[in-house]
């Protein structure tokens, strides 16, 4: 099982940005997708954006495409979320998981969970 641990987080204005880091540890990272995804109280998880291994091939929900970046650093064993043009409708706990592959954009298709981050956008 790996170990995921989220940071990045915090309070933005809107239109702001922050990145957020999703780093590994106790097992395999370089070989797996990776995805981030968020999800407000009360609400399902939501996917956001995903990443295959290489990270030649990258994936973004609706919302997310034309503001948010997804990459990582596989020798470091982090993938990022970058998050720009941050509005008022995106505030959520974000996580990252560890995916099998399949629909990546499906929580079911993901083993391990990182605790979350918390993004909030007020001005």
């Known amino acids: 099982q790996v170990h995921l641990v989220e940071s990045g987080g915090g309070l933005v204005q809107p239109g702001g940005s922050l990145r957020l880091s999703c780093a590994a540890s106790?097992?395999?990272?370089?070989?797996?997708?990776m995805g981030w995804f968020r999800q407000a109280p009360g609400t399902e998880r939501n996917f956001v954006a995903a990443i295959n291994w290489s990270g030649l091939n990258r994936y973004y929900s609706d919302s997310a495409r034309g503001r948010f970046t997804i990459s990582r650093d596989n020798a470091r064993s982090t993938v990022y979320l970058q998050m720009n043009s941050l509005k008022p409708q995106d505030p959520a706990v974000y996580l990252c998981?560890?995916?099998?592959?399949?629909?990546?954009?499906?929580?079911?298709?993901?083993?391990?969970w990182g605790q979350g981050t918390q993004v909030t956008v007020s001005s």
């Open positions: 998981g560890r995916g099998r592959g399949g629909n990546l954009r499906s929580s079911a298709e993901y083993d391990d």
């Open positions: 106790n097992g395999s990272f370089g070989d797996d997708p």
